[in-house]
């Protein structure tokens, strides 16, 4: 422990146990607990209690205490606990604290055992403190176990699960303990602790109460979880009978930690080598009803080796709802739709019927359920593609009341399904899911058709995000369209459906909401960048309005719908899909260009989030080589520096440094290296070009921008900064020979002018600059130093022990005015 820390820790233990003194907080209680964590993992405990002898007065002092607070008690409990973690420690422990502190002379019969922190103390304390066998003889031999139980069934659910945490710690130590030897899978000579727990066990879940019942198999749950012994085989052989006897019950006691359990099991070693698990998982599965069943057949077919015949009665339970649909829907569910054992039985089809919350329930939990396992690589085979698309397809059309029944069942469900956004978001989630595989083209159709009622279905307030999942299921879709034969463009149906589309998304584009407006524009960005290239696409496009209204989307009163606007037109224009309008009342004239446009929105715009855009724009620019960029390059990239420089918002700035980058590696010939952090940089430009990188440099002002921003109070852009100039000086460097930093009076000018902006004067301009100048300023600076720095953490001072003790003292009026450190 650091001298300075032990000096101060005697006033500080002193202050935690004079009741006259306030109680420090929780945050400080737990951070002075997770640096004695620390001390206690590097060296000997003993030792550490030797040499300040004030840690064991103050348990002292809180046990005779006359009513400590709670937290100054659980705080004891816990420290005594990290300390006793070794062994020699807790021997000298063992004598009069360790059984006053967790035995029944301790807090538990105290007013202060009311509280729940004093319970969680005392159960975090005894699970540091067991970690070795003579913890074992002390657990038996002060009756905590017993406590254990019957704080599994505690009013606060910390408390009550870090009991049942703490049961499998000390069964699993039990069993591993050298003392004990090898215990036989079997049980008949396991230790006496080990055989207390697995009792209680055994009676919990003998018993009528569900509760107990639950806390029996959560133990289980975690054992098996966590425990991959032997002995674990042994345990299941011993309890399975009991756990089988809970699917005899009706209803079935506990089912999802039941069925938690069953998983554990199937997950561990014991798992591969019972077969008798797979049968009870077979019945607890037909035992279950239909919305209890869905978690557990998901988890039994995420198992790597399960026998088939389960892993279909598994799908079977959550293909059932789909099945129940298109019965519904009239459409059969027979071959070659969904297996044999997925048709929806009777059990289902009451689910349905019995209320709108269980219909409702139990079809967003199998979308949600197959969605999952369409993206497993263990998902069966063969997948019902066809009859998933079609229940997929028939659910939207109950929501959105297209649908035709003509049975009762598909009434019903016209009925509780009728504008359910709950239901049309899942199954738009599964449906944008599902284009990942293939399907008869008459389903394909089937499937834009209902895309394209939802898009064009009224704006309200709860459908929005209907809208949102709608474009998003269309995108999937539309990506995933095949290419016509022999052509690299898209097929006639996908054709056919982006004629349909177009005037929809520009509906959209005119929402009086502006969430349907922004939702248009982030579809037809994504769109755009993945289809730019395509001839109908193109020609579709450029026929519509939509480019037109996506300009004017750039004036939008909606911070959020300019930033997506910005990012769209950006994109667009990259694809060549953007022109510059002409005015109607004088076409000969044309209206300004967009990057004046987007610059005038950087410069002027009051919301962060369209400007940002901007920069991100203009950076994808600068990648790309758009034609704004390569008009004249310097005054692009000078006009966006200056204007960024002087931005309020971080990020932006930030982002004038990434386009920097990309300038700067374009100059160098190098448009590959993104990474400044690289260990081994590209070779250096040849002396000739390096001189004429540095001049652009100096032109366009980056150096800067770039040095003001290495003393930004925004860390992030200082990191920025100073991996720029660290990149730019590791290119020079190889090419320049030593520079004296003073032999020239601009270098002494630029360092003058480094030293005022360092100080908070940011006012004054470097000036015409000289790249030597600069290099050499840049040899002379501890960039290395200063990136080092940045990298910590605004507060790793105060985080110190020193400085942690020093404001608690402080906070008491112990230390002296000028000893605190306080933040």
């Known amino acids: 422990m650091d001298p300075e820390c032990s000096r101060l820790l005697p006033a500080l233990c002193a202050v935690l146990v004079d009741p006259r003194q306030p109680v420090a907080d929780d945050t400080c209680l737990e951070k002075l607990l997770d640096w004695f964590k620390t001390v206690t993992e590097a060296g000997p405990s003993l030792l550490l209690l030797q040499e300040n002898p004030c840690l064991v007065e103050l348990l002292f002092r809180v046990l005779k205490a006359h009513d400590p607070h709670p937290r100054v008690l659980s705080f004891s409990l816990r420290l005594a606990g990290l300390f006793a973690a070794q062994e020699d420690c807790f021997q000298y422990l063992q004598g009069e604290l360790l059984p006053m502190l967790f035995g029944e002379a301790g807090p538990l019969g105290g007013a202060a055992w009311t509280a729940p922190t004093v319970r969680s103390g005392w159960l975090q304390g005894l699970r540091s403190l067991a970690q070795h066998p003579s913890a074992l003889l002390f657990l038996a031999d002060c009756g905590a176990v017993d406590t254990i139980f019957s704080l599994q069934g505690d009013s606060s659910l910390f408390v009550a699960s870090a009991a049942g945490q703490l049961l499998v710690h000390i069964l699993a130590l039990a069993m591993q303990s050298p003392a004990e030897g090898h215990p036989s899978p079997q049980g008949c000579d396991w230790p006496a602790c080990a055989q207390k727990i697995v009792c209680h066990v055994e009676d919990s879940l003998h018993s009528t109460a569900t509760p107990q019942v639950t806390q029996a198999l959560n133990v289980l749950t975690t054992t098996f979880g966590h425990c991959h012994g032997p002995w674990t085989q ?25 069925m938690d359990l069953l998983l554990s099991v199937a997950r561990s070693p014991v798992g591969s080598s019972d077969c008798g698990l797979w049968e009870t998982l077979a019945q607890t599965l037909s035992h279950l ?93 063969p997948w019902p593609q066809a009859p998933l698309l079609r229940a ?175 990012t769209a037109t950006g994109q667009l224009s990259s694809w060549g899909l953007y022109t510059t309008p002409t005015s109607p009342e004088h076409p000969e004239v044309q209206q300004e260009s967009l990057f004046t446009e987007l610059l005038h929105i950087l410069s002027t715009d009051s919301e962060g989030f369209p400007r940002r855009a901007v920069m991100q724009v203009f950076t994808q620019w600068l990648k790309d080589g758009h034609a704004d960029v390569a008009e004249d390059l310097e005054q692009f990239v000078a006009r966006v520096l200056q204007v960024a420089s002087r931005d309020l918002d971080w990020e932006v700035r930030a982002q004038g440094l990434e386009l920097a980058l990309v300038f700067l590696e374009q100059l160098l010939g190098h448009p590959g290296s993104r990474c400044p952090y690289a260990v081994a940089l590209p070779e250096a430009a040849a002396p000739a070009t390096l001189a004429q990188v540095l001049q652009a440099l100096c032109r366009v002002q980056l150096f800067e921008f770039a040095l003001r921003a290495l003393f930004d109070c925004d860390r992030p852009v200082a990191q920025k900064s100073c991996d720029l100039l660290l990149f730019l000086r590791a290119k020079a460097t190889p090419c320049g020979g030593p520079q004296e930093a003073g032999a020239s009076p601009d270098v002494v000018s630029v360092e003058a002018a480094l030293q005022r902006w360092q100080a908070g004067e940011q006012g004054q301009p470097l000036g015409e600059l000289e790249p030597e100048a600069v290099m050499a300023v840049l040899r002379s600076m501890d960039l290395e130093g200063l990136r080092g720095t940045l990298a910590k953490s605004s507060d790793h001072i105060e985080k110190s022990p020193q400085s942690l003790l020093q404001d608690l003292l402080a906070s008491v009026g112990v230390l002296g005015e000028n000893e605190a450190d306080c933040y």
């Open 289 to 381: 009803s239909p919305i209890q069943a869905g978690p557990l057949a998901l988890g039994i077919l995420k198992l790597q080796d399960c026998p088939q015949a389960l892993k279909t009665q598994a799908f079977g339970v959550l293909l059932q709802p789909l099945a129940c649909v298109l019965k519904a829907a009239a459409q059969s569910p027979g071959p070659p739709g969904f297996p044999e054992g997925a048709t929806g039985d009777s059990m289902t089809v009451d689910t349905f019927l019995s209320s709108k919350s269980a219909c409702v329930g139990l079809l967003c939990q199998a979308l949600a359920h197959l969605e999952l396992l369409q993206l497993l690589p263990q998902r069966p085979s």
């Open 234 to 258: 042994g345990l299941w052989v011993r309890l399975s009978p009991l756990v089988a006897c809970l699917l005899e019950k009706d209803p079935i006691p506990a089912s999802h930690s039941l």
């Open 392 to 566: 997929a397809v028939a659910i939207l059309r109950f929501c959105n009341g297209s649908a035709a029944p003509t049975s009762d069942v598909g009434g019903h469900l016209c009925a509780v399904l009728a504008g359910c956004v709950r239901v049309q978001r899942a199954a738009l989630d599964f449906l944008g899911t599902l284009s990942q595989g293939t399907g008869p083209q008459e389903l394909v159709t089937q499937v834009f058709a209902v895309l394209l009622e939802y898009l064009t279905s009224p704006d309200s307030s709860p459908t929005v995000q209907v809208l949102k999942k709608a474009f998003q299921a269309t995108l999937r879709w539309l990506l995933g369209s095949p290419k016509a034969p022999s052509c690299c463009d898209l097929d006639p149906h996908t054709q056919l459906f982006l004629r349909e589309l177009l005037p929809v998304l520009r509906k959209r584009l005119c929402s009086p909401c502006w969430e349907a407006r922004d939702s248009g524009l982030e579809f037809l960005t994504q769109v755009t960048r993945h289809w730019g290239g395509q001839a109908a696409f193109r020609h579709a496009l450029l026929a519509s309005e939509v480019p037109e209204l996506t300009r004017q989307l750039l004036r939008d009163p909606e911070s959020y719908v300019r930033a997506s606007a910005v």
